[in-house]
């Protein structure tokens, strides 16, 4: 008589136990729930890059395989219940290049930005995402521009590469001036990469703000549901004329515009809900 049952008993116990306890998990611990979501929103993005990338490589690196990103990635809002409200989308320049700006709270910032991405439009992403697997290469399949923050004279040299791409091959750049993700409600403040890049090339700078995810998405209390954001394109900003000495003014004033807005949008019952009003809020905080 064994004394242990099967190696195929085993796997079958195991796979009973995770047909219980998994939805027992997802009704009953909100917690449990928001890792669920979150590993299957980067596990789909993963996927969705290896069915992007045979298709991408048929035009090799070219900022037009940007499209079909978009294409791919435009329904995981549904999935997860979410609603995207853009407003001002007509504000964009319609032929010439110019450089976004947009606040960035999360990684769901990815669903924002491909409702209102502009044809021939590349973020610019740390370079570590190059080597997130099968994104990173659909990313740099894409034309996505990799700048290493970490050594300043790469970013400057990169910087100054794509404000000759800007001109001469008629590209719009993503930025997130904030330089990293911030989950606290509010924004960051500006780091002026994007703004010498704007000035040296002499076009636009598009803001974009994206309202507050507060109602729906909490990193810091484990909570993620279904919800509504509002995209709000800025009327451009001109930088004819202007000088590496006037970008401190340039960045102070958009980032005070974008946050005008961003309190506004998230509060007005459309967007991010009345988190601003509640103590701690960033309405209390004074920024």
Known sequence: MELWPGAWTVLLLLVLLLLVLLPTLWFCSPSAKYFFKMAFYNGWILFLAVLAIPVCAVRGRNVENMKILRLMLLHIKYLYGIRVEVRGAHHFPPSQPYVVVSNHQSSLDLLGMMEVLPGRCVPIAKRELLWAGSAGLACWLAG??????????????????????????????WVFPEGTRNHNGSMLPFKRGAFHLAVQAQVPIVPIVMSSYQDFYCKKERRFTSGRCQVRVLPPVPTEGLTPDDVPALADRVRHSMLTIFREISSDGRGG??????????????L
């Open 144 to 173: 996505v521009i990799f700048i290493d923050r970490k050594r300043t004279g790469d970013a400057i040299s990169v910087m100054s590469e794509v404000a000759q791409t800007l001109l001469s091959q008629d590209v719009r750049v």
């Open 273 to 286: 809900g009345d988190y601003l009003k509640k103590p701690g809020g960033a309405g209390e905080a004074g």
